[in-house]
T-cell receptor, first 114, second 114 residues
Framework: DAGITQSPRHKVTETGTPVTLRCHQT?????MYWYRQDPGHGLRLIHY???????DKGEVSDGYSVSRSKTEDFLLTLESATSSQTSVYFC?????????????FGDGTRLSIL | GDSVTQMEGPVTLSEEAFLTINCTYT??????LFWYVQYPGEGLQLLLK?????DKGSNKGFEATYRKETTSFHLEKGSVQVSDSAVYFC?????????????FGSGTRLQVQP
C-alpha cells in the first residue's frame, strides 16, 4: 500500500468551527489531492497541489483552503464548517502525469458537521 | 465538461455469476480510463487502467476494454466471489490539458451472495 496517512479518521464538530484535516505521505510524490465523497456523486476534487507551496482549485473548492509547506504534508482547512461539508474526505497522491501514473488514495476521514 | 456515467446499483449476484458493470464517458480527446474499487471502510484502490483505444486492462480476473466507438469502458468478470463485494468506480482523466484530477462516476455497489 502507498504510504498515505490521513488524520483524524473521524471527526464530529459544530457549524461555524474551523477544521483542519491532514494528509501525510512517505512516498515523496509530487502531486497531492483532496477529494470529497458524497452519495450519488462519486469523488469530486476540492484542491490539489503540484509541489511545495503550489496549489490549485478543483471543482468544489468553495469554503475550503489548503496548504503544502512540505512535500509530505497537505492540509485541508474548513475555515467555518457548514453542514453541507459533512462528507468523507480522501487524500490521494501521484508521482507524475495522472493519465499514466495512477493516483493512490488514503483511507479517508469521515467528517460530520452538526 | 467531462463526465463519467455508471450503471445504478446495487448489483446483486450469486457466487460464480458473470459480472458486467457499465461505464461510459464524455471527454474531449481520448482520456485515460480507470476502474477503482472501494472495500468497506477503506480508500479507493486502482483495479485496472487503459490509456488508449482498444487497450484492455486486466487484474484479479477483472477486465475492461477501452471502446472509442461507443465511448465505453465496461468492467467484466467471469466468475465473481463473495470477496468481490465492494463499490466500483469508473474514472477518466484527460491527457491533453495537463489537468490532473480524475473525473469519477457515482459508483456501483456490488453484493455477491454465497
Amino acid at each position: 500500500d502507498a504510504g498515505i496517512t490521513q488524520s483524524p479518521r473521524h471527526k464530529v464538530t459544530e457549524t461555524g468551527t474551523p477544521v483542519t484535516l491532514r494528509c501525510h505521505q512517505t512516498e515523496n510524490h509530487r502531486y497531492m489531492y483532496w477529494y470529497r465523497q458524497d452519495p450519488g456523486h462519486g469523488l469530486r476534487l476540492i484542491h490539489y497541489s503540484y509541489g511545495v507551496k503550489d496549489t490549485d482549485k478543483g471543482e468544489v473548492s468553495d469554503g475550503y483552503s489548503v496548504s503544502r509547506s512540505k512535500t509530505e504534508d497537505f492540509l485541508l482547512t474548513l475555515e467555518s464548517a457548514t453542514s453541507s461539508q459533512t462528507s468523507v474526505y480522501f487524500c490521494a497522491i501521484s508521482d507524475g502525469d495522472s493519465s499514466n501514473q495512477p493516483q493512490h488514495f488514503g483511507d479517508g476521514t469521515r467528517l460530520s458537521i452538526l | 465538461g467531462d463526465s463519467v456515467t455508471q450503471m445504478e446499483g446495487p448489483v446483486t449476484l450469486s457466487e460464480e455469476a458473470f459480472l458486467t458493470i457499465n461505464c461510459t464517458y464524455t471527454a474531449t480527446g481520448y482520456p485515460s480510463l480507470f476502474w477503482y474499487v472501494q472495500y468497506p471502510g477503506e480508500g479507493l484502490q486502482l483495479l485496472l487502467k487503459a490509456t488508449k483505444a482498444d487497450d484492455k486492462g486486466s487484474n484479479k480476473g477483472f477486465e475492461a476494454t477501452y471502446r472509442k466507438e461507443t465511448t465505453s469502458f465496461h468492467l467484466e468478470k467471469g466468475s465473481v466471489q463473495v470477496s468481490d463485494s465492494a463499490v466500483y468506480f469508473c474514472a477518466s482523466i484527460r491527457k491533453d490539458t495537463g489537468r490532473r484530477a480524475l473525473t469519477f462516476g457515482s459508483g456501483t455497489r456490488l453484493q455477491v451472495q454465497p
